[in-house]
């Protein structure tokens, strides 16, 4: 899952993942907020405020940045060009005079259920995974592993620990897996 990397109040960085399809940037709220019809606060929206819309299906989705020509946002300090911009790795946004925060197409491992997709093979056991179980799927293979107290598939048994994805080498970790921060610039 792709995030935004924001302040928090004891400034220290901290991730917001982009779960939904649609998120909401302000100049002094930072915070990504789901869309709502309306304006939240009922002050005047359009003047200092982007959405980020997803686009594309779940494991290869791109975020897209858009904004009214007159809002004030910048992407890595220029300008957002015709109000629309895919956002990439890194990227740095400011809505008006609002904080910077950074995008991070990184994915985290996080626990989900095995939608749509039919029933698979865990690659860890060699058994099936059923639809609506629920699941880790590796943030960089994408193969999808048990993640249940029967069937720990990805993190592994107490006292028996995966150290990585059954197929790749990424760390079997949830959440806390995210190895870029805007520290790292
Ligand atoms: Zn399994
Ligand atoms: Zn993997």
Request: charged share 20%.
């Amino acid at each position: 899952m792709a995030q935004f990397w924001i302040h928090d109040e004891a400034s220290n960085w901290m991730a917001v993942p982009l779960g939904g399809d649609t998120v909401v940037l302000t100049g002094d709220s930072v915070r990504p907020s789901p869309l709502r019809a309306g304006s939240e606060d009922g002050s005047c929206a359009g003047s200092s405020r982007a959405v980020v819309v997803r686009s594309g299906e779940v494991g290869s989705e791109v975020w897209v940045l858009a904004a009214a020509a007159d809002a004030a946002v910048h992407v890595n300090g220029q300008p957002l060009h015709l109000g629309l911009r895919v956002l990439r790795d890194k990227d740095e946004v400011r809505v008006g005079n609002g904080a910077s925060l950074f995008f991070s197409a990184e994915r985290s491992a996080c626990i989900g259920a095995l939608v749509g997709a039919g029933s698979t093979v865990c690659p860890r056991c060699k058994q099936g995974i059923d639809e609506q179980s629920p699941i880790v799927r590796c943030p960089r293979c994408g193969v999808v592993h048990h993640q249940s107290e029967e069937l720990p598939c990805w993190t592994g048994y107490e006292g028996e620990r995966f150290p990585t994805c059954a197929v790749c080498d990424q760390p079997s970790m949830l959440g806390a897996d995210l190895q870029w921060t805007p520290e790292d610039l």
